[in-house]
């Protein structure tokens, strides 16, 4: 006998197959998207973070910044402070020997036969105007600056006769470099 099987098994299995194929493809798709959704908060989460140190180093940037420009006031500052007491220790050291020069200056004037108008001094070199009674007088005069304990050099500038009150005098214009005071 001929045995005929009218059921659609067929039918049955292949919707069953499809149907298994859409919940598999389901859930793939489920566990895709979870990936992808949990890469995403990752990545916006590392984001955030990383954005909030930026944020954080700029702050510390314009600190930093600010306190180097507080730095190099302070050096400014202070350079300009230690010129102003190297000029006034300068000054403090050497307030004394112009007095001590024209103290020395006025025992070495031969009395009654030299006479100075007038003593100028510009840097290093000190130049002495005056009168006296013949070029003899001027030469004894400078032999003794010479010999002056701040004096390097005396050179004379010019000297030319002169007549004051009926007398015949020598004016004179004298060059003398100091020494360096150590």
């Known amino acids: 006998m001929i045995r005929i099987n009218l059921l659609p098994y067929r039918e049955r299995e292949k919707k069953e197959d499809i149907t298994r194929q859409v919940v598999i493809l389901v859930i793939t798709l489920g ?12 990545l916006s989460i590392s984001v955030s973070s990383l954005e909030k ?5 700029e702050e510390r940037l314009v600190d930093l910044t600010k306190t180097i420009g507080d730095i190099e006031q302070y050096k400014l500052n202070k350079s300009t402070l230690e010129r102003k007491l190297a000029i006034i220790n ?26 100075l108008d007038k003593i100028s001094e510009k840097g290093l070199e000190v130049t002495l105007e005056g009168m006296a009674r013949n ?11 010479s010999g002056a304990k701040f004096v390097k050099t ?7 006769e002169r007549e ?6 020598q004016q004179f214009v004298i060059s003398c470099v100091k020494k360096r005071i150590p």
Do not use: C
């Open 53 to 57: 140190n930026i944020k954080l180093q």
């Open 164 to 169: 004051v009150s009926g007398l015949k005098l």
């Open 31 to 42: 566990v895709f998207l979870l990936v992808i959704g949990s890469l995403q908060l990752y």
């Open 135 to 145: 070029n003899i007088e001027v030469a004894h005069f400078m032999k003794n600056l």
């Open 90 to 115: 300068n000054l403090e050291e050497n307030r004394l020997a112009p007095v001590m020069m024209l103290d020395e200056i006025s025992l070495l004037v031969p009395v009654k036969d030299v006479w």
């Open 154 to 160: 005396v050179d004379l500038l010019s000297t030319r």
